[in-house]
């Protein structure tokens, strides 16, 4: 939030009569504008490796899925390559830099400030999260130890909500594709008063493509039909000249068919959040939030296209907080002082089937939290910004309990796990150098960790042909890691980016074979990441060309066991994103994006492989009269075969060429 009228004029009004102060005071207190954004990046930000994605990038993405959007950061990737209408919720977590393995975030995503992972899987819900609604995304590459910085091992994603500025009064779109998959969305935007705010809405439906290949599709397989929805109110308001109230509720719903007739999945939540931010010589920034999140998963045998187990619920809720102050210390010192609070409870509600018909109940979970303390100060010595932080985590792991009974009620298993806690430390650390006014040298070091989630150390799940057990005595993974970099602005449109990274997270949670059908989730001694990270834009004119590519060598150590030298599962080498738009007049926009991943295996011991991919997509927008335009989208244009899964090679493959036209309304 900032003030209209300079200070010098203040000062002026205190020489008036009080009518005329009155007066001032009344002109001052109109022209209040909110933001809607929290406290401003400090003077280190730039020592650890950050891409933002503005929002003309993010709204050009041509699935209109907030996935693909943020693979403009190269290393981005979810578990698995399938996006979010046609791939199983619980494997969509997101990570950055091969520092994956299963299918958990470790980088955390805030919106708005909120954690937005499923607080029972640690996946996040991409398909609530619509590209359009957005101002910018942040991508920290590098572990974190600031405000959750828990959850922050391979980095952070901050995205931003959108507000008048961006959006306009009015943004509303409708697309179909020629498969006849739909999607609807709109957003109004208006100011009230000092403040505004946001009513947006999204549905997408239809009835998908075939993730089976041809040569192996039986009687019971089908497309991936699928079907989502989301809504989301947003206010912002000015409580006094230098505060602002956000407040923020959402519910959503996304329903999917996955391979098999019958093998229907599917998420559900209602979130809300309240935030103050203060801007004045004291900064703070105060939030909470709610998340109550739910989950179901149907099974079917391949052989048989019968039922083997009904996930029907997983009900869950997540809860947390924080407070960040900002004294004012002196010139050339920022200092960040805080705590945060995050609670996760849930568990499964599963039927287990024999022959297709059901033969008992299971019922397994708990609850985690954790407790952190965190203080970072900046300091500027001339060209030469310092920066110094660490964390200290309460964790805790409690309630776990497994149960299973017959039809008749008869309890068959009983289990009750024993409770944990415990305390972790971490810190980060770096410096940045302005060597010249084109050129900007930094360097920093980071520890961290992450919590095994619920779903981790409570839930079995099966993806024919294999079964992966949980385990419930997971310990928490941690980060240690350093990297060194250069940013340089040779031109003034033009700025590029190189990094060198080493990260290796001990303990860290993976999917270990146990034989041909069967595997565990359990702590390896390390996953080891190594790399090379680049970025680049170029603006001149109305045209823009941005990339990104990284290059990472990981491997498990794992002395002793079979994956010991390994390349973690779903993890490739190589990783590139390259995006050119041109807009040759207001409202036109043509832009082609080429996306690149290498190679990955799909298990630890690299037995099966899938293969690298490229494809290249389009965006197009034409005015056709007043606030309409004409909006065309190509996925994938020379159809290339993604293929996402390969279990012994049953394989499921990504979205193929698809196209896109529609209309758009945008009033200012």
């Known amino acids: ?106 980088t955390l995503l805030l919106l708005d400030g909120v954690p937005m992972a499923d607080p029972f899987f640690g996946y996040v819900p991409l398909s609530a999260i619509a590209p359009e609604r957005l101002a910018s995304a942040r991508v920290i590459r590098g572990g974190g130890s600031g405000a959750f910085g828990s959850g922050a091992v391979a980095g952070t994603i901050d995205l931003a909500s959108a507000g008048p500025d ?55 397989s089908v497309k991936a039909r699928y079907e989502s929805w989301s809504g989301s109110v947003r206010a912002v308001a000015s409580l006094a000249p230098d505060i602002e109230l956000q ?17 229907d999945t599917g998420i559900s939540g209602q979130d809300g959040s309240l935030r103050i931010v203060g801007r004045g010589p004291w900064q703070f920034d105060a939030l909470a939030y709610l998340q109550s999140r739910d989950f179901h998963n149907v099974v079917i045998s391949a052989t048989t296209a019968l039922p083997t187990l009904n996930q029907r619920a997983t009900p869950s809720t997540g809860a947390g907080g924080k407070i960040e102050v900002r004294p004012p210390v002196g010139a050339g010192h920022v200092l960040k002082l805080g705590a945060d609070w995050r609670v996760a409870v849930g568990h499964t509600l599963e039927d287990t089937y024999l022959r297709g018909v059901v033969s008992g109940h299971r019922r397994a979970g708990g609850s985690n939290g954790d407790i952190g303390l965190f203080a970072e100060n900046d300091w500027t010595l001339g060209p030469v910004v310092l920066t110094a932080g660490g964390r200290a985590d309460r964790w805790s792991v409690r309630n776990g309990s497994f149960t299973s009974s017959n039809l008749a009620g008869q309890s068959t298993a009983n289990i ?109 001694d390390a996953v080891h990441a190594r790399g090379l990270e680049f970025a680049g834009s170029l603006k001149s004119g109305r045209f823009s060309l941005g990339g990104s590519l990284a290059y990472t060598e990981a491997k498990v150590e794992a002395p002793g066991q079979a994956l010991d030298g390994m390349r973690p599962s779903q993890t490739p080498r190589w990783a590139a994103n390259a995006s050119a738009s041109w807009t040759p007049r207001d409202r036109w926009t043509f832009a082609l994006t080429l996306r690149h991943t290498g190679a990955q295996f799909e298990d630890d011991l690299q037995t099966d492989v899938l293969p690298a991919a490229t ?34 090679g049953s394989m499921d493959i990504g979205t193929p060429r698809t196209i896109w036209a529609g209309l758009r309304v945008e009033v200012r």
């Open 247 to 263: 407040a923020r509720v959402m519910a959503f719903e996304d329903n999917r068919t996955l391979r098999f007739r019958g093998a």
């Open 416 to 524: 009750a796990y024993a409770d944990r806690a415990g305390w972790d430390g971490s810190f980060r650390g770096g410096a940045v150098f302005h060597a010249a006014p084109w050129a900007d040298l930094r360097a920093s070091a980071y520890t961290g960790m992450r919590q095994p989630t619920l779903n981790e150390l409570y839930r079995n799940f099966t993806v024919f042909p294999i079964t992966t057990r949980a385990n419930e005595n997971l310990v928490n993974e941690k980060l240690r890691g350093f990297e060194a970099g250069v940013d340089l602005r040779p031109l003034p449109a033009l700025t590029l980016s190189a990094t060198a990274f080493d990260n290796k997270v001990r303990h860290a949670i993976a999917n270990v074979t146990i034989d041909a059908v069967t595997r565990q989730r359990q702590n390896v």
């Open 615 to 648: 494809t290249i997509d389009a965006f197009a927008q034409v005015p056709l009269a007043g606030p309409l335009s004409l909006v065309l989208r190509g996925e994938n244009l020379f159809d290339e075969t993604v293929v996402t899964r390969n279990a012994g």
């Open 166 to 220: 961006e959006m306009g009064l009015l943004n509303a779109s409708g697309l179909v594709d020629d498969r006849g998959d739909t999607e609807l969305s709109g957003s109004i935007a208006p100011r009230l008063g000092q403040g505004f705010a946001v009513v947006s809405g999204r549905w997408d439906r239809g009835p998908g493509f075939w993730t089976t290949p041809e040569s192996q599709r039986t009687a019971p």
């Open 1 to 106: 939030m900032r003030r209209i009228i300079p200070t010098a004029a203040l000062a002026l009004s205190l020489s008036m009569t009080p009518a005329a102060v009155s007066a001032q005071t009344a002109q001052i207190e109109t022209q209040i504008v909110v933001t809607g954004i929290g406290l401003p990046q400090t003077p280190a930000t730039p020592a650890y490796n950050v891409q933002t994605i503005d929002r003309d990038r993010l709204v050009q993405a041509a699935s209109g899925r907030i996935e693909d959007a943020l693979s403009a950061a190269a290393g981005f990737q979810q578990f698995r390559r399938s996006d979010s209408r046609a791939s199983n919720p619980s494997a969509q977590g997101i990570t950055l830099r091969a520092l994956g393995g299963n299918a958990t975030s470790r």
